[in-house]
């Protein structure tokens, strides 16, 4: 998967998420819940379009931390979803688990660059570890993370 894929795909996620919550009814708890999720839903990928238009690596690294809290917080309210009130059970579990491997990716992100910050500046700081992977999901992203990263933003093997 490269960045444009990427950014399709977090489009794709965020018109998913606007048809589902279309589908709520109009009580408090519906309009409330809805509302959230369409906040959070709709900026994941907005927030990783904005990373790969970031003018330095801190303010790409930032910007990829706001699109993994945005995917946590979805998650978040799709698990509310589920437990609660909606008709359509099956879309809010295949948008639950979208939204959990987008998480997975923004995390793996976020760790791959701030390792690679950490590796190139010498310091001995926290690695991207096996148990990372297996925590978040995201078990075989390390190798093509450099794909999903702006060119300006990728450090070279051996720097």
């Not at 799709?78 to 979208?98: K, Y």
């Not at 500046?121 to 702006?150: F, W």
């Amino acid at each position: 998967m490269d960045k444009q894929e990427l950014e399709r795909r977090t489009k794709q996620f965020a018109v998913r998420v606007i048809k589902f919550v279309g589908g709520f009814n109009s009580s408090a708890s519906g309009r409330v819940v809805g509302h959230q999720l369409l906040k959070s839903g709709t900026s994941i990928g907005a927030n990783y379009r904005e990373a790969n238009r970031a003018v330095s690596r801190r303010d790409f690294v930032h910007k990829i931390s706001i699109a993994e809290k945005e995917a946590s917080e979805t998650v978040y309210w799709l698990e509310i979803c589920s437990e609660t009130f909606l008709e359509n059970n099956d879309d809010c579990i295949q948008l639950e688990a979208e939204a959990n491997e987008l998480l997975a990716i923004f995390t793996s992100i976020g760790r791959s660059v701030r390792a690679n910050d950490r590796k190139a500046d010498g310091s001995k700081g926290t690695r991207v570890t096996e148990k990372d992977h297996i925590e978040y999901g995201s078990e075989g992203l390390e190798e093509g993370i450099d794909d999903l990263l702006p060119k300006t933003m990728r450090v070279e093997n051996g720097n």
